[in-house]
């Protein structure tokens, strides 16, 4: 049986998880705002803090897997909260938490994403980048003068950045390398206490004229059946991959944007293989591994 960290334990699709994890026989330790084994703040920098420190000492041994599901909904006036807990609650935890993930077998790491990434306009390129580069202060700054939008946009900007991290860092030498297998799940309207939440707040018009083909809300049971196939060996050959998992809205939005074409200035890092004859031993080949 596995050791398992999952924040947003305590409620919604977080929570769903940790009940199959322990269904299945793993522990779990969680975090959440209360009532979780680590209860800390994740929108502060101090509460960060906490909770690693805490992390470390209760998973005292290498660490099987790891969901990142503590997250805020879109609210204005609330957008420095909303990125630190969305972008940092999940990349200053998984950095820290990395050494015991790669210290375990095949270690699994799933990051909640969303869809508002693919169905969100106006959304400043400028904020993601900030948020990337791990600059709360700055996005916020920008995500503000998005005025009445500020509350999407900043959610958008965080699912994005987020997703982005993800992509960027899973196929590095230190996590893929490692043998950390970190992917993102991306879901729809799940019906949640966040969405719940939603639903009876000033945006519920907008929210509920968000497009969903399959006519019906998700469950977070249902997310959470996805998560667990995340985190089996049936992920052993997936990093680095957004799960949508929305009723059809993604693709009802941008059916031709998928898949994106390769650009040319990326070519280098294929080693421009597929364009001359290899070399020997130019062709990596893991059959033995
Ligand atoms: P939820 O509100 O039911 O659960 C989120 C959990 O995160 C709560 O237990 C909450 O206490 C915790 N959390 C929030 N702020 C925190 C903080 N400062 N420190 C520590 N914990 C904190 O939400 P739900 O719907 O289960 O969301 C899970 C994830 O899925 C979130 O990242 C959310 O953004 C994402 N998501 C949700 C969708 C939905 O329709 N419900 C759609 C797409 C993505």
Request: aromatic share 4%; net charge positive.
């Amino acid at each position: 049986m596995g050791v398992y960290v999952v924040t947003g334990s305590a409620s919604g699709m977080g929570q769903a998880v940790t009940l199959r994890l322990r269904a299945d026989g793993h522990t779990v330790v969680g975090v959440d705002l209360a009532g979780a084994e680590v209860d800390a703040d994740l929108s502060t920098s101090e509460g960060r803090s906490a909770a690693i420190g805490l992390l470390l000492e209760k998973v005292d041994g290498p660490l099987d897997g790891a969901v990142m599901a503590a997250g805020m909904g879109p609210k204005r006036g609330r957008e420095r909260m909303l990125v630190e807990v969305n972008v940092l609650g999940v990349t200053d935890l998984l950095e820290a938490l990395r050494p015991k993930l790669a210290a375990a077998a095949k270690a699994k790491v799933v990051v909640f994403g969303s869809n508002s990434t693919t169905s969100t306009p106006f959304v400043p390129r400028m904020a993601i980048k900030r948020l990337v580069d791990g600059d709360a202060e700055g996005a916020t700054r920008i995500l503000k003068r998005r005025g009445s939008l500020s509350g999407p946009a900043s959610y958008a900007a965080s699912k994005i950045a987020v997703a982005r991290w993800v992509r960027r860092i899973c196929v590095t030498p230190e996590w893929a390398g490692e043998g950390i297998r970190m992917n993102v799940i991306a879901p729809g309207p799940v019906m949640t206490p966040l969405l719940a939440g939603q639903l009876k707040s000033s945006t519920a018009s907008q929210v509920k004229s968000f497009p969903v083909p399959i006519r019906e809300y998700g469950t977070p049971e249902q997310l959470a059946e996805w998560v667990m196939t995340m985190l089996s060996p049936a992920a052993d050959f997936m990093v680095g991959t957004v799960v949508t998992v929305d009723g059809g809205t993604e693709a009802l939005l941008r059916p031709d944007d998928w898949p994106a074409r390769l650009p040319l200035r990326l070519l280098p890092r294929m080693g421009w293989s597929m364009y001359r004859a290899p070399k020997r031993g130019q062709v990596a080949d893991y059959s033995d591994t």
